[in-house]
């Protein structure tokens, strides 16, 4: 059952609603709704395959009016008498969704739904609750740029201010939030205090707190960074929370969303050791769902990372260009699909690409850590490895879980400064260490003229029988910019090697 929508008509089983001529007609003919009912049904279709809250649908199409939740199941019923059964859905404890195809039933994969709460104003002056208000509101809009959690709109999650955590069940059944975050600000002159917690609705229990405070930068200057901290944190933790839940489903029960984050848990294993596994994940996503573009940009990704290990063939490389460029096609409003597509152009040595595409993922979303650790590796790859540190440094504060590559990138951005002894240092922290990261610690320690642990490293980066090769590795597979910096970087392995035999 083929979905087409404009502005102005949509069109689903068979059915076509015109909201120009204010009309809903089936093969010709006229299909009449209550007026109520065809103005639920218009907020359904210009969200269709959207699971839409009740308080949503409630503050929609009887705004400014209380009525009980009677009056919605009333509509429901009433469109359903008229489009049939399987078109509008109930999603337990959530709210309900237009369909596009009769089979598109709901999966547990849906996306997960945040609602941030109304911030309790702890300053004694209430002309503070619209700098409240708005502090909470920008958390909102900083958490609606990512596409891996569904955000509440304001007037839904402002009805609540935050409440005690016997409240949390009933707000969430309200309305069908999977995690809170309620908090509260405290402003005293230039000074703000705030605290944010994390909640999982459905077990009421808090499962991320902090308290972040500044001074003497005034407000307006200081707003911005503190609330990148939290969107960043918050993030990162509501997606590795989706990540566990994925991880306890069998692969066989898993919706399109599910396997995508199944997939993308194999890519942060710290060793990289089943990007095929990853690749299969993806790839059974898009025949789940073709149009989920960010399945296309991560298998792109699946691809691509495997120049990091050794030469990839431009066969490969340019197999992932296509991937990540259907991505963006697809969703091209996320930052992920423009920050894995600045990878796919790092690898074919497209510096000037791989800039302007991560460049765009910062304007889609200037606090997503993993766009701004990037730009810290990409810079190091252009020759500005001291500006790099910066954004590298950034992206570990706003995600202190960071993930294992901000420290190698850091690391190799250290090395090209000379700082080889801090430069070992990060790559020490990997747990199990890779031929590329071994070739790397050996450099590092050749460097600082330690040959002995230059060499130690050395004689493992082929143990376990691999056919690695690090002088290419230094030379051709990194993708430095300047043949100067990868000669720099050869030189060390080369040191570490010592003269051939």
């Known amino acids: ?235 990162v933790r509501v997606n590795n929370a989706g990540l566990q839940r994925a991880a306890r489903r069998p692969v066989t029960s898993l919706a399109a969303y599910e396997l995508v984050l199944h997939g993308v848990a194999l890519l942060r294993d ?6 095929q596994g990853a690749a299969a994940l993806f790839e059974a996503a898009i025949a789940k769902d073709p149009a989920y573009g960010l399945a296309h940009t991560y298998l792109a990704l699946s691809y691509v990372l495997n120049s990091e290990f050794g030469p990839t063939s431009d066969a490969v490389l340019a197999k992932a260009r296509d991937l990540a460029d259907k991505g963006i096609a697809l969703s091209p409003d996320q930052a992920t699909a423009h920050r894995i597509q600045s990878l796919v152009r790092l690898s074919l040595r497209d510096h000037e690409a791989a800039e302007h595409h991560l460049r765009i993922a910062l304007q889609l979303n200037p606090g997503d850590a993993e766009c701004i650790g990037q730009m810290g590796h990409l810079l190091t790859m252009r020759g500005r490895a001291l500006e790099a540190l910066a954004w590298l440094a950034r992206a570990i504060r706003i995600d202190p879980l960071n993930p294992h590559w901000y420290q190698y990138d850091r690391s190799l951005a250290l090395y090209m400064l000379g700082e080889y002894r801090p430069a070992a240092e990060a790559l020490e922290l990997a747990t199990r260490p890779t031929p590329w990261i071994r070739t790397r610690l050996a450099a590092c320690y050749a460097q600082l003229g330690n040959m002995e642990a230059a060499r130690r490293q050395a004689a493992l980066i082929n143990a376990d029988g691999s056919d690695f090769s690090p002088v290419e590795y230094a030379r051709s597979v990194v993708p430095f910019e300047s043949r100067a910096d990868a000669e720099h970087l050869a030189n060390g392995v080369l040191l570490a090697l010592g003269p051939p035999r």
């Open 1 to 235: 059952m083929a979905v087409l929508a404009t502005d102005q008509i949509f069109q689903f089983g068979g059915f076509t609603l015109d909201l120009g001529k204010g009309t809903l007609s089936r093969a010709g003919h006229p299909a009449f709704l209550r007026p109520k009912a065809y103005t639920l049904l218009t907020h359904l279709a210009r969200n269709i395959g959207r699971v839409v809250p009740k308080s949503e649908l409630m503050d929609t199409v009887w705004q400014g009016v209380f009525v009980t939740e009677d009056s919605l199941t009333q509509s429901v019923r009433e469109i359903r008498k008229v489009l049939g059964e399987e078109l509008v859905r109930t999603v337990s404890k959530r709210g309900y969704m237009l369909v596009p195809e009769t089979e598109a039933v709901p999966e547990s994969g849906a996306q997960p739904i945040v609602a941030v709460l109304r911030f309790r104003n702890d300053s004694a002056d209430p002309v503070n609750d619209a700098i409240v208000d708005g502090f909470a509101e920008d958390i909102i809009n900083g958490l609606a740029r990512f596409g891996t959690v569904t955000v509440l709109a304001r007037n839904s999650s402002f009805s609540f201010a935050s409440h005690s955590p016997t409240e949390w069940p009933a707000i969430r059944s309200r309305i069908g939030a999977d995690y809170l975050v309620e908090g509260s600000v405290r402003r005293q002159a230039d000074r703000i205090v705030a605290a944010v917690n994390l909640v999982d609705a459905a077990s009421a229990t808090q499962i991320w707190g902090d308290r972040y405070q500044a001074e003497a930068a005034g407000l307006f200057a200081i707003q911005q960074d503190i609330v990148e901290e939290i969107v960043g944190r918050l993030v």
């Open 270 to 275: 710290p060793a990289q050791s089943d990007l």
